[in-house]
């Protein structure tokens, strides 16, 4: 059996359980750049992130392409591994098992909650 890297298990986990996975769509950042630069040369890069990312949305003719960039949204599908490993070199545990023991303490019978709040808080008389 072949042993698998404990980085791609990180590697696994980081993408899909963090926001890592929106580093993948950076090809997409510089393809819409582009795109913005066909219809306004004169747009920098600054300007671009500028208005992609600190200002409103603005529901324009490529708002859909707008919403693929990275980072736009954060939508963190949650994935969840589970894997078994057999105990390879573990030393063996002992276990512990603690004992607690209650003593119950019981009020006497003369001790009524109720009635006892009652003769000491009274209402004032004339």
Known sequence: MRKVSPILFLLIYLVANTELHQFMRL???????QEHRLHSPTISLLDFIVLHYFTRDQKDADYGRDQQLPFKNSNCPEVSISIALPPENFPETKVLVFSLSRNM????SFFNASSFHFSIWQPPRA
Do not use: I
């Not at 090809?27 to 750049?33: A, D, K, V």
């Not at 303490?105 to 006497?108: A, C, G």
């Open 27 to 33: 090809p997409l950042f510089f393809e819409h750049y």
């Open 105 to 108: 303490v019981m009020f006497k």
